[in-house]
């Protein structure tokens, strides 16, 4: 079990610029979720998926993302057009289905947009 | 909408010492989870407890203990015999009920707990 892995792990782009972040869950974790993290704040809720079914976005969730999780397994969240505002730690954590089940969080990906 | 509530942005402990964080959340659910999360500089969010709350009983994870009090919608988060390892950012999170779809966790905005030697 290697855990909730992302990558990149950081990433510099230019205002306007398309980047994606890539999330691979644990293995056989059906539950799949984005969370935001600015600075001096707690994660905030973006997406989630169960299986290959995105089955909830939060309206943090511009038109400018997307995410997919094609096959139920890795997801990739897409930042089209970045702005400033989008300077952010990008979270993915995984569970399996359940309330009582313990979600496991990643490193994080920070995006910094200059 | 759920909310959660830690009204210490930063608190300090000397080693071996205990400290205490404060949770509060607002819900009008019954069933739902608790949840204390750690995360030390630029590593990965790691959960530290968690209480169920149709369990009176409070959860105890080896040096650390939760106060649940449910009618009071409190959570406090007990460390004892600090170590400079504990030192890290605190999460307290809520996690929406069964049924509510996601059961996602909605997160405070943390405590920065400094360990002094």
């Known amino acids: 079990d290697t855990g909730v892995s992302q990558d990149p792990r950081h990433k510099i782009t230019k205002r306007g610029q398309n980047v994606t972040f890539r999330c691979d869950p644990i293995s056989e974790h059906n539950r799949l979720y984005w969370y935001r993290q600015t600075l001096g704040q707690g994660p905030e809720f973006l997406t989630y998926?169960?299986?290959?079914?995105?089955?909830?976005k939060s309206r943090l969730l511009s038109d400018r993302f997307s995410a997919e999780r094609p096959k139920g397994s890795f997801s990739t969240l897409e930042i089209q057009r970045t702005e400033q505002g989008d300077s952010a730690m990008y979270l993915c954590a995984s569970s399996l289905t359940g309330l009582g089940n313990t979600i496991y969080f990643g490193e994080g990906s920070w995006l910094t947009v200059v | 909408a759920q909310t959660v509530t830690q009204s210490q942005p930063e608190m300090s402990v000397q080693e071996a010492e205990t400290v205490t964080l404060s949770c509060t959340y607002d819900?009008?659910?019954?069933?739902?989870?608790l949840f204390w999360y750690k995360q030390p500089p630029s590593r990965q969010m790691i959960l530290v407890i968690r209480q169920e709350a149709y369990k009176q009983q409070n959860a105890t994870e080896n040096r650390f203990s939760v106060n649940f009090q449910k009618a009071a919608k409190s959570f406090s988060l007990k460390i004892s015999d600090s170590q400079l390892g504990d030192a890290a950012m605190y999460f307290c999170a809520y996690r929406t009920p069964r049924g509510g779809g996601s059961e996602k966790l909605v997160f405070g905005k943390g405590t920065k707990l400094t360990v002094n030697p």
């Open positions: 998926f169960q299986n290959e079914a995105q089955l909830e």
């Open positions: 819900t009008s659910e019954s069933d739902y989870y």
